[in-house]
């Protein structure tokens, strides 16, 4: 079984890359991001959970602006749009 840090990272945008997972029903993925990195208005057909592990990302999901800190988790329901910001590098 590999580590997240073994597989091969996709770049998602300047400063963020993403490692997968995927089942036949569902995906897990850790994206790495550098300080000062955005990851501009977006939205996809499936929800997602976020988890901040490290760092402090400030996030804006369905035109709330959120600090998310290590340890808090935000479902964002399908079809919603999100951004994100790097303050410090998150994990």
Sequence with gaps: MPYF???TGKDLAPGL???Y???SKMTLGQVTI???S?????QHPHEQITVILEGTL???I????MQLQ???VYVIPPDTLHSANAITDCI
């Design 17 to 19: 890359t993403g490692r």
């Design 34 to 36: 550098k300080a000062g």
């Design 38 to 42: 955005r990851l501009e208005e977006h």
């Design 70 to 72: 290590p340890g808090m």
């Design 62 to 65: 369905g035109g709330i602006s």
């Design 5 to 7: 840090n073994e597989l």
């Design 21 to 23: 997972i995927h089942g």
């Design 58 to 60: 400030e996030m804006k």
